[in-house]
């Protein structure tokens, strides 16, 4: 059955106020497998509270609206994170009240057999209004197309033909979408190997939020590891799923926009690519 337009473009979407904490940012970090090399300074300003730097891609993580798919009549069971963009406006404070305000800036028909697209925006601020970043979060409805809306845009996104700028090589822990589970998407497809091969997954995948935080990661290590709040902006798309013990594979490269990137696995699998990024 094709969605109600009025009702998902108007869906009213909760406000909730949270704080971090030092615990909140180091377990973050943690579950994007900062502090592998327990003695790598750079690694242990994210996962020690001397000097505690916030690791820059956490909102996503935070002001999370909830489950509210079903709510606003769409088919949640057949849903995708298609794509993710961030825009860090200025670092995340710890210890301070934030708000965060979701709404739909977009609506997009696929046709009746191919689904649809929401995109979701979410804005995190403090107490006065001064905005700390801003979020785009792309989900493919593959239930709910055909009810005659305007076509999506298309990325014009390409692999540059030449040779990389930079190889970055980060290794997935075992246990990575345990601990990433506990900043707050507890979905058991991530913890639970029953559940994963009910739904067609031979074990346990890792969250498309965690892959995309450890995009974040190779940036910095490729063009600012002295300075991780140098990264300002960082998107792109999930392609297919990672595996926790999974080593990705990020190819980089510099234009006159700013950095470009894709992501592969150790089996030569695209997991992540229309990488896009800037950095101060």
Known sequence: MPLNEDRVRNYAFPSPRFEV???????????LGIGSDPLDPRQLRHVYEQDLVVFPTMPVVLGSPGLWFADAGLDFRKL??????????????????LVSRSKVVGLYDKGADKGAVVDVERV????????????VSTYVL??????????????????????????????????AALIYRLSGD?????????????????????????????MGRAVIEAFSPDDPGALKSISGRFT???????????????????????????ADTVVFTGGRATAR
């Open 21 to 31: 904490t030092e615990k909140d940012a180091m377990l973050y970090a943690l579950g």
């Open 80 to 97: 995708v994170h298609g794509s993710q963009t961030l825009q860090m406006e200025r670092p995340v404070p710890l210890g301070a009240q």
């Open 124 to 135: 995190i601020a403090s107490d006065d209004g001064t905005v700390v970043s801003r979020l």
């Open 142 to 175: 593959r239930g709910d197309g055909g009810f005659g809306g305007e076509a999506p845009p298309r990325d014009g996104w390409t692999r540059p033909e030449r040779a990389p700028e930079a190889d970055i090589v980060l290794p997935t822990l075992p246990q």
């Open 186 to 214: 507890m979905n058991p497809l991530h913890a639970d190997p029953e559940r994963a091969k009910a739904v067609g997954f031979p074990r346990p995948i890792l969250h498309g939020l965690c892959t995309f935080g450890m």
């Open 240 to 266: 297919r799923p990672v595996y926790p013990s999974d080593t990705l594979s990020v190819s980089l490269w510099k234009d006159d926009a700013g950095i470009l990137f894709e992501a592969r696995t150790d």
